[in-house]
């Protein structure tokens, strides 16, 4: 990739839009700049296409917004695999914590838990914990590993976990009553989000009964009604 184009996509933010979404070592970046200058082709033919069945001045509007959408489209799937990516992420996280703990409680240090985490886990975590496995490895500092790590993966959960185990090591507080206290805190968490999603997919339910199952029934009373229409009105004639 040429420095100008390198600087281009810096600028965009497209590497830290594939690393947040743990597509970094799939997709290159010169892949993404074509799918985006792709996409705004794309957008541009439909833009000419349908400017001119677009009432009064908005033809304008629809010519120059279709290529941008066009443009922006692969960040925009690219957003929603990092939202997936961290939802699983967090949705592992209490139990890499309490397996933290556990270990902390034994003695053993942050990256025996790492490595063994990272050994015997799959997902997004497993794969962060990895590569900081990899690094501590391969001689980098814990410290410098943690603050790697909270790049990869921006988020309070995770930069609370890299917190606690700097204070720990720095002061000697206890890690394990701490990882502990954010696995139950995490775990409350996504507990209350499952109940507000239960919550509001209520009335979508009764939504559903009332335009599908309620008129359903109806038809089959109504069926029923017009076959023996002759013995209902027999009794009028």
């Known amino acids: 990739m040429s420095q100008a184009a390198l600087a281009a996509s810096e600028r965009l933010g497209l590497p830290a839009r594939l690393r947040r979404a743990g597509l970094e070592s799939r997709v290159r970046v010169e892949a993404l700049i074509a799918a985006k200058l792709a996409g705004a082709g794309a957008g541009g033919i439909v833009g000419l296409a349908a400017a001119p069945a677009a009432p009064g001045r908005t033809s304008l509007l629809v010519a120059v917004a279709m290529p941008a959408a066009g443009f922006l489209l692969p960040d925009a799937l690219l957003e929603r695999e990092a939202r997936r990516r961290w939802r699983r992420l967090l949705a592992a996280l209490p139990d890499a914590l309490d397996l933290l703990a556990i270990g902390s409680a034994a003695g053993r240090g942050p990256a025996a838990g790492f490595a063994e985490i990272a050994r015997d886990g799959n997902g997004p975590l497993a794969d962060e914990l990895r590569v900081a496995v990899a690094a501590i490895e391969c001689g980098q500092p814990l410290s410098e590993a943690l603050a790697e790590l909270r ?10 976990l890299c917190a606690s185990i700097e204070r720990s090591r720095r002061l000697g507080s206890p890690l394990a009553d ?60």
Request: aromatic residues 2%.
């Open 178 to 237: 701490q990882l502990r206290r954010q696995s139950a805190s995490l775990r409350r968490d996504q507990r209350r989000e499952v109940e507000e999603r239960a919550a509001r997919a209520a009335p979508k339910i009764q939504l559903v009964v009332a335009l599908v199952l309620v008129p359903s029934v109806l038809l089959m009373i109504a069926a029923a009604l017009i076959a023996n229409a002759d013995v209902l009105l027999s009794g009028f004639s």
């Open 151 to 160: 790049r990869r993966a921006p988020g309070s959960e995770i930069a609370t």
